[in-house]
């Protein structure tokens, strides 16, 4: 598989993932690396519904067309692409989590936890900022944006990041004046 952002494609195993602390969905005070992935997952399973995907991959599998993308990070991987998927896959796989997340959602009492695999496709890359242009267009652009909140996040992460407002326009693919 070719990227453009240079990455390898690799199979890792699920308990080498990690959410991403600085996902810019999750509030300031969440976005911390000392936050634990049980409080990240169980902020996305309250705000952003990981269950409608944790139901099709229990039903249909985990889409191996679908890699999550991730940097590496200490002994394992940050997702940076992927984090409702993960949230999703931790419920299936964990039964204390999905017990825990059903106290928000009930609807995680009457899923199977099935279609989990052991290894999972994750494009890896060493520099998150090579799959902003991709990044950009599925949550700013295209398929599933960011609310206006974290997408003015992200843009200002790029940007503080010591690059133009153009040039963060140009790699999240939206006009230069909305940036």
């Keep these: 598989m070719t990227d453009p952002a240079s990455g390898k494609l690799l199979q890792l195993p699920l308990e080498s993932l990690r959410l991403d602390w600085n996902n810019p969905r999750l509030p300031p005070s969440m976005q911390r690396p000392e936050v634990s992935q049980e409080e990240l997952a169980t902020y996305i399973n309250k705000h952003y519904d990981p269950l409608r995907i944790a139901e099709s991959i229990a039903t249909h599998e985990f889409f191996q067309s679908e890699p999550l993308i991730a940097v590496p990070e200490g002994e394992g991987f940050r997702v940076i692409e992927g984090n409702r998927r993960l949230t999703a896959l931790m419920g299936l796989a964990g039964q204390a989590l999905r017990e825990r997340f059903a ?27 090579s799959v902003a242009p991709l990044l950009g267009y599925r949550h700013i652009s295209g398929i599933e944006p960011w609310d206006p909140y974290a997408q003015a996040r992200y843009i200002a992460r790029l940007v503080n990041e010591n690059d133009t407002l153009e040039h963060v326009a140009d790699l999240v693919v939206v006009p230069r004046d909305v940036v």
């Design 103 to 129: 106290e928000e959602n009930k609807g995680w009492k009457r899923i199977a936890p099935t279609g989990v695999p052991h290894m999972l496709p994750v494009l890896v890359v060493d520099d998150e900022r």
